[in-house]
Every structure is written in C-alpha cells, then in structure tokens.
C-alpha cells in the first residue's frame, strides 16, 4: 500500500497559457508557506538574556 | 619583510577573528528567516558526507542493500532540502537587498553557487544507473545537441557524467560556498532598509513646449 502513486500519468493545472503539473505547483505552494512560517518564527534564542564579553577576548568582541 | 608575515597580516587585517567567528548577532537578526542559508549549508554537508559514502560504496551497493539504499534516499533529500532551502534564502535576501553597502560579492557568489548547483543536480540525477536517469539523459541529450555542447557535455557517457558530479561540479559548489560564507563574515547581515526611507516613485513627465515636436 503506497501514500501516492507515482506511476500514473501526471495531472496538470491549466489556466490560460499557463499549465504546470499539480505536484510542481503543490512543492512552489508549500516553499511560500515555509517562508512565511519562517518570517513569522522568532530566530532561536531571541529574548535570551546577551551573556557578558568574554573576559580573555581582546578584540572586544561583537557586533 | 618575508612572505609569511606579510600574508599573517593581511589575513589578520582583512579576516579578524571576532568577524570570522562572532559570539552575537545584530538585534535585528530576530526572525527564523535568517537560518536559512545555515540550513542550506547544512544539507550541503550532508550532501558530500552521504555523497562519500556512496561512491565508496558503488553502483551495485546503492542499488542492492537495504543501507546503500538509505544513504542514497539521504543524499536525494538532502539535495531537495538543498534546494528548497537555498530558494528560500533567495528570496529572503532579495526582499532585504542583501547587496547593499558593499556586499555585492555576498550576492555575486551566492548567485553563483546556485547556478552551478544546478548542473551539479543535473549530473547526479543521470548518474543514479536507473531507469530515470535514462529517461532524463535520453530526454536532455536533444537539448544539449540542439544547443551544440552535445561533444562536450556528452549525457549519455555516464563516466563523464560520474565524474563531473562528484568531483568537478563539488569543487566549484564547495569554493563559491566557501567564499559566500567568507563574505558574510567579512561584511555581516545586511541592514534592515531604514523605516523613513521615502518610496521609490517615478518622477512626473515634464510639460511639452506649445507646438514643440
């Protein structure tokens, strides 16, 4: 028993000139809702409290 | 002054150590977006660690055992995380014009290491000895003859396909990779584009003269 079946022939979206195939648009559709998750998510460790400066670094380090 | 010092101190000039590996981040480095490139990056390593391990192994291993199979399966979806998450990175970067304040080679090189990423996938996908990379190479060799590389770039020779996937196309990843990274350090993450900053508009037409042609 298989999720998909991947022997088939494929099926296509079609509108107008444009025609893709429903597995291209499903992987472009999942990349945007990835990167808006990503935008939304707070980088980790964000609110974190910044630890001092390490006292052997001379370069007086950080940005 | 001999060669050694002098290359000891414009390498400790142009790469101080507190740029090349800091301990903080900028405060506006606060969105999950930012992990992107380190995501590409990481699959990358696991491209050439399972890319390794099955080269080592061989054709009829990848095919045959069950974990020449798993590391195959993990060398493909570290290429399709690759991929997916280097696009992603693109686009992040676009939207935070990545190139501003001289980081033009930040971009120069990350544009690169995607273009070359593509032939570097393409070679792969012929090279897997199955009846997809026959249909692939079947399929693309018109393309290549069409376009008169068809006597260099020769799809259907699987060594000259082998061979550029893992040694040619690697390397290349691998150096403009490297030198992205290089530039990131060097310059750091892009400024956010100032909130005051008036809209880019296009400037009104002046008046034509009365009768003027």
Redesign the interface.
Known sequence: MVMVHLGGAQRSLHWHVFIITWANAIVIAL?VL??L????????G?GRP?PPD?PG?E????? | MNWTLRTRRTLTKRF????LL?????AY????????GMITVAALALLFLSGIILILGGIQWWHTSSTGHFFNSLHFWSMQIFF?SM??HL??QFFMGAWRDGRAWTWVTGVLAFLVSIPAAFTGYVSQTNFDAQWIALSAKDAFNSAGLGGVFNVLNLGQMLGLHILFFPLIVSLLVGGHLLQVRMR?VVHPYPPDEPPVVARPRPERAEGGQ
């Not at chain 1, 998750?37 to 980790?44: H, K, M, Q, T």
């Not at chain 1, 370069?59 to 940005?63: I, L, T, V």
């Not at chain 2, 101080?16 to 740029?19: F, G, I, R, T, V």
């Not at chain 2, 480095?29 to 992107?36: G, P």
């Open positions: 990349m990835v990167f998750i990503a935008l939304v998510l707070p980088y980790p964000t910044v390490d670094d370069s007086g380090a950080g940005q | 101080p150590a507190d740029q800091p301990d903080r981040l900028p480095v606060r969105s999950s977006v930012y992990l992107l997916l696009v992603l686009w992040a750091g």
